[in-house]
């Protein structure tokens, strides 16, 4: 599944490759991945596309209208399964292939998502504004006082609450399971028994590895791909994440794993010791 690393280059591949380019027609080819009517949807996404903004592992395209009327926004969440390219508009059309954005200069933008659990939306900044204050602050860019005023009283696993949107936004199961290795902490541990300073050494690891992860283009397992379709680059770079049994590449442990709300999780029974909040 996407997520903010792999968001964040696609988010970058448009901007590079279709920042400045007019959107002339768009055909809906299943209406599912639209949110709302799919007939306004091709009526009403047009005109030139400016900035691109992410927020967790949303991206909004700014879309200025030719008129002089206020920008409207294509948000875009990828879901499980979705993929975004730029290619010229007689490439063939690929399986899958859900929504097409036609540009002035005869490449399309594709929508392309196997599952069809990720959304196209077409909105008003107002809109837009709500949806993303709905979501925690980007998780890179989260100081240690936020994050440990969201961690507060919570007795929700660690874990659970990495993945909770609304708490920090853009950490998925690969970063979440990575950035617990690296500050020793136990994906089951309540949220509140963390001390201060592991919440602090908790944080710098979820920056550290999505941003390490962004500039290597992300974590192909399946089916992401970048906006040219290449895979991203991190896999090789996981720690933990899907290497059960493997040893731990830190004391030799064997890595477990564990399913929590349906989710694997992994990590080293020897570095990540489970700790519960001490009675009073
Ligand atoms: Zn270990």
Known sequence: MPELPEVETVRRGLEARATGRRIVDVEVRHPQVIVGSAELFEQDVRGVIGRLDRKGKAIAVELLALNGDAPHYLLVRLGMTGQVTVVSRDYPLEPHTHARLMLENGEEIRYRDIRRFGRLRYCTREELEEIFSGMGPDAPAMTDAEFLAALAGRRTPIKSWLLNQGRLAGVGNI???????????????????????????????????????????????????????????????????????????????????LVLGGRSSHYCPRCQRRRRRSRR
Request: aromatic share 6%; charged share 35%; hydrophobic share 35%.
């Open 175 to 257: 970063y979440a399971d990575e950035a617990l290795f690296a500050a020793r902490i136990h994906p089951l541990s309540e949220a509140r028994s963390l001390k201060p300073a592991q919440a602090r050494e908790l944080r710098r690891a979820v920056e550290h590895v999505l941003r390490r992860a962004i500039a290597m283009q992300g974590t192909s397992l399946r089916d992401y791909i970048d906006i040219e379709g290449r895979p991203g680059r991190f896999r090789i770079k996981l720690k933990v994440y899907q290497r059960t049994g493997e040893p731990c590449p830190r004391c030799g442990a064997k890595i477990r794993r």
